[in-house]
C-alpha cells in the first residue's frame, strides 16, 4: 500500500531545466554582428593605414636632405614611425573591441557606446564650427549606427544573458 500520488501533478520534480532557447545562445544577433564587422573593417583599415605610414617613414628616411627642409630626413622617419604605431594600436584595439563585442562582454559594448557619443558630440561640434553640414554630416552614420544597434532589445539581452 503506498500513500504516495502518482498523480503527474503530485509527483515531486527537479527543477525544470531552462530550455534550450533560455540556456544561451551560440552566436550574437545581427545587430551585434554588424557592429562586430564595422569594427573588424575599421581596424583592418587603420592596420592598412599604418603599413602606408611605415613604408612612408622608410622611404623618407633614404631621401638625400635639401636646404629647404623644415625637418631632417630622420626627423620625418621618426615622426612617421611614431603616427604608424600609434595607427597600428587603434586598428589592434578596434579589432579587440569587434571581438568582445561580438562575444557579449558588457564592458566593450559600454566601452563602445561611450566612444560614439564621444565620437557624436565631435562632429557635431565640427559642424556647429563649420556651420554648414558638409563631409563632416557623415561622421554621424556610424555612431548613430553604434548607438542604435547595440541598444536593441536582443542585443541588451545578448549582453546580459546571452540570449536574445
Not at 132 to 142: A, E, K, N
Not at 144 to 155: K, P, Q, W, Y
Request: some cysteine.
Amino acid at each position: 500500500m503506498s500513500y504516495g500520488y502518482s498523480h503527474p501533478q503530485y509527483v515531486a520534480r527537479a527543477p525544470a531545466m531552462p530550455s534550450d532557447a533560455y540556456r544561451g545562445r551560440r552566436s550574437a544577433p545581427l545587430s551585434v554582428h554588424v557592429i562586430a564587422i564595422l569594427q573588424y573593417v575599421g581596424g583592418f583599415a587603420a592596420l592598412l593605414a599604418a603599413a602606408l605610414v611605415g613604408y612612408a617613414a622608410v622611404t623618407v628616411s633614404q631621401a638625400a636632405p635639401s636646404e629647404y627642409d623644415v625637418i631632417s630626413p630622420e626627423g620625418a622617419a621618426r615622426l612617421f614611425g611614431l603616427i604608424a604605431v600609434i595607427v597600428a594600436v587603434v586598428g589592434l584595439v578596434a579589432i579587440l573591441l569587434g571581438r568582445k563585442v561580438q562575444r557579449g562582454r558588457q564592458w566593450a559594448r559600454v566601452l563602445v557606446l561611450i566612444l560614439s557619443v564621444l565620437s557624436l558630440a565631435g562632429v557635431v561640434v565640427s559642424i556647429a564650427a563649420e556651420q554648414t553640414v558638409s563631409l563632416s554630416g557623415f561622421g554621424l552614420v556610424y555612431p548613430l549606427l553604434c548607438l542604435f544597434l547595440l541598444n536593441t532589445r536582443a542585443a541588451r539581452s545578448w549582453f546580459r544573458w546571452h540570449t536574445w
